[in-house]
T-cell receptor, first 115, second 111 residues
Framework: DAEITQSPRHKITETGRQVTLACHQTWNHNNMFWYRQDLGHGLRLIHYSYGVQDTNKGEVSDGYSVSRSNTEDLPLTLESAASSQTSVYFC??????????????FGPGTRLLVL | RKEVEQDPGPFNVPEGATVAFNCTYSNSASQSFFWYRQDCRKEPKLLMSVYSSGNEDGRFTAQLNRASQYISLLIRDSKLSDSATYLCVVAAVNTGNQFYFGTGTSLTVIP
């Protein structure tokens, strides 16, 4: 069955370290997204991609970067982890559809703690 | 002002009850609407899309009111398994079709 996976599922790191969170989907979806979820906030968009070599900043992109070298993967990198980046991170993917937005399917999430 | 606002609840209802959630959105150009369900410490999962004419899926009914800029979710005959957080999601072409999520409404169905 097609799916979307994230790794690691849990991560503890120290302030200032570079961290990369992996996201892999086997649906062959063009669109992929990274969100963070914090108490008191809805899911907030960090970065997104509509295809290979395409990346775009979302609402809360500062301190994060992504790259899209193939259809299946969109790794999220925290350049220099900060305590404010402690959060639950969700990756999502969707098909492309002209004139609207297809349903997004989410991975299981990565819980990141920055000490 | 937030793009999407929901009453966080919690809503505590007995089994068999009917419960309704509302969600308001600020962007009048919004054209895609969804309800997602999120169980504790799990990922959000699509519950249903919301269409202009309203739509029903078993015990769940979704309505859209464009004039007042809100969407609603009605759950009839609540089950224990309906206990979860319900997320309202809105997207608009003039914001790049990005999904904007509400903070969620917590529902607990009590035996």
């Amino acid at each position: 069955d097609a799916e979307i996976t994230q790794s690691p599922r849990h991560k503890i790191t120290e302030t200032g370290r570079q961290v990369t969170l992996a996201c892999h989907q086997t649906w062959n979806h063009n669109n992929m997204f990274w969100y963070r979820q914090d108490l008191g906030h809805g899911l907030r968009l960090i970065h997104y991609s509509y295809g290979v070599q395409d990346t775009n900043k979302g609402e809360v992109s500062d301190g994060y970067s992504v790259s899209r070298s193939n259809t299946e993967d969109l790794p999220l990198t925290l350049e220099s982890a900060a305590s404010s980046q402690t959060s639950v991170y969700f990756c999502a993917s969707s098909e492309s559809r002209a004139g609207g937005q297809e349903t997004q399917y989410f991975g299981p999430g990565t819980r990141l703690l920055v000490l | 002002r937030k793009e999407v606002e929901q009453d966080p609840g919690p809503f505590n209802v007995p089994e068999g009850a009917t419960v309704a959630f509302n969600c308001t959105y600020s962007n009048s150009a919004s054209q895609s609407f969804f309800w997602y369900r999120q169980d504790c410490r799990k990922e959000p999962k699509l519950l249903m899309s919301v269409y202009s004419s309203g739509n029903e899926d078993g015990r769940f009914t979704a309505q859209l009111n464009r004039a007042s800029q809100y969407i609603s979710l009605l759950i009839r005959d609540s089950k224990l398994s309906d206990s979860a957080t319900y997320l309202c999601v809105v997207a608009a072409v003039n914001t790049g079709n990005q999904f904007y999520f509400g903070t969620g409404t917590s529902l607990t169905v009590i035996p």
